[in-house]
């Protein structure tokens, strides 16, 4: 079987297509939702890591841009770190970096550890601009997150009290559950709120 390019048709085709308008925080939100989703549902480390790197940078640029020094990345998160910033960011976006260029080392390896991906899209989240309201897969992530994470931020902590009530026990369940038992709380809370939205009056 012989491929053939058709340059006239595709030409034709884009020409006809409905363009689609997008905010860069919308666009950024949808990254970040489907990073998410794919997260659950057991989707590819290095694809949801590409997609939550995207949102996150975009979401800091975007408070950066308002004020600065008020995102995640940029402010709360460097002051309580002791590495220098040129470090900090070589450890946070070091993945993000090596996935976009191919022009130094075209047959450069890279080392990935897909724990990684939980404080990435935590971090997207916090930075997630007000006017772009977080979403059902956002807000059943960072209930998760905290959760999974209990003991690194401490048993007594009230958030931390507050999302094991939701979601008892597990802070010691193995990853591969803990993902599992994720996916099915973002389910239950999709299936509740769009329950309550068919409800709401038009």
């Known amino acids: 079987m012989t491929a053939t390019f058709n340059a006239t048709k595709l030409t034709y085709v884009l020409d006809n297509e409905m363009p689609v308008k997008v905010s860069k925080a919308e666009a950024a939100s949808r990254q970040l939702n489907e990073a998410i989703r794919l997260f659950f549902r057991g989707g590819d480390t290095i694809a949801i890591h590409t997609l939550a790197a995207a949102a996150g940078t975009v979401f800091a640029d975007i408070a950066e ?4 020094g008020s995102s995640w990345q940029q402010g709360i998160i460097l002051q ?4 220098h910033p040129k470090h900090y960011f070589k450890i946070l976006r070091d993945t993000q970096d090596f996935l ?3 022009d130094h080392d ?3 390896v890279h080392e990935f550890d897909d724990l990684k991906n939980d ?3 935590a971090v997207a ?3 997630c601009p007000s006017t772009c309201p977080l979403s059902t897969e956002m807000q059943a992530f960072q209930i998760w997150y905290f959760a999974a994470h209990a003991r690194r931020f401490g048993l007594d902590h009230s958030v931390v009290t507050q999302v094991l009530a939701v979601l008892p026990g597990i802070d010691v369940l193995p990853r ?3 993902i599992e038992r994720g996916a099915r709380f973002l389910d239950e809370v999709s299936s509740f709120t769009s ?3 068919r409800q709401e009056p038009s």
């Open 65 to 68: 841009n308002q004020t600065s």
């Open 125 to 127: 989240i916090l930075d």
């Open 119 to 121: 404080d990435l899209i």
């Open 176 to 178: 591969a559950d803990q």
């Open 195 to 197: 329950a309550t939205n």
């Open 106 to 108: 075209p047959n450069g």
């Open 80 to 83: 309580d770190s002791a590495l």
């Open 100 to 102: 976009k260029h191919a």
